[in-house]
């Protein structure tokens, strides 16, 4: 009897197989809490959701606020700590699934994944938009060059092999020529995020919108990309079959420009580090070096605990290389 080998697992592009892989009926997120898998600034690192929420919460109010729209929430861990510390702030969710039971918040708002929004997400004014670790796991085209510099897309199988497909062309071209210089060799074309971030910021009449992710520049750009997986708080081989988390950082350079086409909108790009030193001055937020003072251990040791765990959220969220080094862009609009 002559056994037929088995066929050969079909591939797709990488923007294809990474939206299945997060968002189909089976897709990661559909069943994953994030906290699960890997740390944020919000989650798995002890007091920083707290001290992160401090910051979200300044803001608003700097730029008079009384809303915030948390847009790729996970299980609303950060809203959470914002009603604790403002239960005046009308709050909303935006995630993939369904409200967790027992989240205090105003309205919840399911999304269809990835770059896709609520359609009744819109015309918000005087609303703080977060999008927190949320570009990053909106898929986009995975390119490398070729033996002649060509551009062509990355292609991947359901078990992670990889393959060259056709060469970029039309607005993904564009995209690569303008962003990635000649020593990048593979990247992310982040085009989809570009229009993902348009159309948040768009939807905001009166506001700030602000997106936080491990970001680059063109000064900065990864010369072999940066897609990854997580899984059960390890990074992993970047696997398409649903098992792990997909991500990739963001080239921030690319959404300020764009969201400089939006009218009556201003937007910057800082450094996680130095937002929270202009967000949470001292002494509310002290230099993580800073010790707190000794007495207290003997007079309020609960105090003097908690003072040492914001010292250590504060380190781990300004630390360089690590968190500190996030992006915010912030874009105000009106």
Not at 82 to 111: F, I, K, Q, Y
Not at 120 to 127: E, S
Not at 287 to 299: F, G, I, K, S, V
């Amino acid at each position: 009897m002559v056994v037929e080998p088995a066929p050969r697992a079909r591939r797709v592009p990488w923007v294809v197989a990474w939206q299945e892989a997060l968002y189909g009926e089976r897709g990661f997120y559909r069943g994953a809490a994030p906290g699960e898998h890997f740390a944020t600034s919000v989650q798995g690192v002890p007091g920083a959701g707290e001290v992160l929420a401090e910051a979200v919460l300044a803001l608003a109010r700097r730029h008079g606020c009384p809303a915030v729209v948390d847009v790729g929430t996970g299980r609303g861990e950060l809203l959470g700590h914002l009603r604790r510390l403002e239960p005046a702030l009308r709050l909303t969710g935006v995630d993939v699934v369904a409200r967790p039971d027992g989240l205090e918040v105003d309205d919840w708002l399911v999304s269809p994944g990835g770059a896709a929004l609520p359609p009744t997400l819109t015309g918000l004014r005087d609303t703080l938009v977060l999008a927190h670790e949320w570009l990053d796991v909106v898929p986009c085209p995975v390119a490398e060059r070729d033996a002649g510099g060509v551009w062509r897309a990355v292609t991947v199988a359901p078990d992670g092999t990889e393959g060259r497909g056709a060469p970029l062309a039309g607005p993904d071209l564009a995209w690569a020529d303008r962003w990635l210089g000649p020593e990048v060799l593979r990247a992310e074309v982040g085009r989809p995020r570009d229009l993902a971030w348009a159309e948040l910021v768009r939807r905001v009449d009166r506001g700030v919108v602000v997106a936080v992710d491990y970001g680059h520049t063109r000064a900065d750009r990864p010369h072999h990309g940066t897609l990854t997986g997580f899984r059960s708080g390890r990074e992993v081989e970047p696997v398409p079959d649903g098992s792990c988390d997909l991500t990739a950082h963001v080239a921030v350079d690319s959404l300020q420009d764009v969201t400089v086409d939006h009218r009556l909108t201003r937007c910057h790009v800082s450094r996680q580090s130095e937002v929270l030193r202009d967000l949470l001055p001292a002494p509310t937020a002290p230099a993580p070096t800073d010790q707190p003072p000794r007495e207290l251990a003997r007079t309020d040791p609960p105090a003097y605990l908690a003072a040492l765990a914001r010292r250590g959220a504060l380190a781990a969220l300004t630390a360089p290389g690590g968190l500190g080094s996030f992006r915010w862009v912030v874009a105000v609009r009106g």
